[in-house]
């Protein structure tokens, strides 16, 4: 601290004696000694730090005014918003956001895993797993829907509640019943996936299965085993 304070008589010392010079050089003289005075006055406040004491042969803590913090600040932020993202974290926002994405579908190897249709189909104990090929050109899941699907899934729903399950054109059930691995035109095929049996065919008999009512009844308590 002495040794500042020295630097700051020194200063005003220059300072003044520029002010007094009378010679050509008095104006130049007198800014440049303000601003060593300034410069010397500044050092020695920010030496005074109002906190706990320092451990033993380590300097004071440096203080950042919150002027500087400010002026940082908005030095960062006058840069592009890419350019600040790489500075901070060494990705763009684009990278980041891709990032937060991929954490909430649960990464890379889930998503991929993810992507491959389970077959054979686990079935619980005391459930039925019924597989319905149906045509797509006469409406599709989930929007608009097909007619004829949903009113089957009605009635098994009304007849064994939660007992009985429905995948509709699973696309490794399709590899599996379908001649062609397709769906087909016009078709109406109900299959038992755990007994791999076919239970009704609209192609093959020629009329809808949800025709008549009483015929329907009659089917599902025939067909469809349900625990």
Known sequence: ???????????????????????????????????????????VVRSFVVGTVPSAGLGPAPVVSAATQRSAVMQILKRPREIRDIIKSGKTAKEKQADRSLARQGGK??????????????????????HVEYDQNEGAFPKPGNKEVLDFMKA?????????????????????????????????????????????SKLQTGFSLLTDEAYLQSWMDRYVKAA
């Open 1 to 43: 601290q002495a040794f500042r304070l020295r630097r700051l008589q020194v200063a005003v010392f220059f300072l003044v004696g520029a002010m007094r010079s009378r010679s050509k050089l008095a104006l130049p003289l007198a800014i440049i000694a303000g601003f060593a005075t300034l410069f010397v006055f500044h050092n």
């Open 156 to 200: 098994l729903e009304v007849k064994h509640k939660h007992k009985v399950r429905i995948l509709t054109n699973y696309r490794p059930a399709l590899k599996e019943y379908s001649p062609t691995g397709k769906w087909r035109n016009g078709t109406f095929e109900v299959t038992d996936v755990g007994a791999n049996q076919l239970l009704y």
């Open 109 to 130: 190897k889930k998503r991929k895993t993810g992507n491959k249709a389970a077959w054979p189909v686990e079935i619980p104990e005391g459930l039925t797993y019924l």
